[in-house]
């Protein structure tokens, strides 16, 4: 069964907008972290956001905002004030247990239109 | 701090033939991770390392990969020989241990062509 399922393959998104990115995950561990990277053409991962699964709050980091819905395994990440630096692959991925390993999902492509 | 390091930024090589990466990780980043990328996919997960032991290698095609990390610091992975489908995106990541939240920081990958 797969773990992180990010159901959108692609979105676009006009400039200054917002856009949110879908996530569910599976785990029976009480204990897990969800991350979110970005991934733009030049291929490099970027760490932009993590929740942990004991957090009460949504995370947030400066454009980057997390909807953390436990009951619903969700975990969306919202970005606001959309730039055209924006246009990436997003992933969603997520720790389990006392493993420290990534399972990742099939990502997001998001386009930012001018 | 300088990030993950990584090379050769790209590779083609014929099928059969053998081809290795290798990536530096951040200072004192004990745990390094070796992950392959194939076109429109999620990084799957091939190794885990913590200081020079495997933690993980659960679905390193053993028949034809390998991988070392002999001084716990850089760290080597091959193939030999190599087949049209290991024509993917080879990412090496690093982490601190101890801190549930931190991140994995990922080097720029290694882009293989196999023709």
């Known amino acids: 069964a797969q773990k992180i399922t990010q159901t959108q393959p692609g979105m676009f998104v006009q400039e200054k907008e917002a856009v949110t990115l879908d996530c569910t995950y599976d785990t029976s561990d009480q204990s897990y972290g969800l991350f979110w990277y970005k991934q733009p053409s030049s291929g490099e991962m970027i760490f932009l956001i993590y929740?942990?699964?004991?957090?009460?709050q949504n995370a947030t980091e400066g454009r980057y905002s997390l909807n953390f819905q436990k009951a619903r395994k969700s975990a969306n990440l919202v970005i606001s004030a959309s730039q055209l630096g924006d246009s990436a692959m997003y992933f969603c991925a997520m720790r389990e247990g006392a493993d420290y390993k990534l399972s990742f999902g099939a990502g997001t492509t998001v386009t930012v239109r001018a | 701090e300088a990030g993950v390091a990584q090379s050769p930024r790209y590779k083609i090589i014929e099928k059969r033939q053998s081809v290795a990466f290798w990536c530096n990780p951040i200072s004192g980043h004990a745990t390094l991770y070796w992950y392959q990328q194939i076109l429109g996919q999620g990084p799957k997960l091939l190794i885990q390392?913590?200081?020079?032991?495997?933690?993980?290698d659960s679905q390193l095609p053993k028949d034809r990969f390998s991988a070392e990390r002999l001084k716990g610091v850089d760290s080597t992975l091959k193939i030999q020989p190599a087949k049209l489908e290991d024509s993917a995106v080879y990412l090496c990541?690093?982490?601190?241990?101890?801190?549930?939240?931190?991140?994995?920081?990922f080097g720029d990958g290694t882009r293989l062509s196999i023709l």
């Open positions: 390392f913590q200081n020079n032991g495997v933690v993980d």
């Open positions: 990541a690093s982490s601190l241990v101890g801190d549930y939240n931190q991140p994995q920081h």
């Open positions: 929740q942990g699964s004991y957090d009460e």
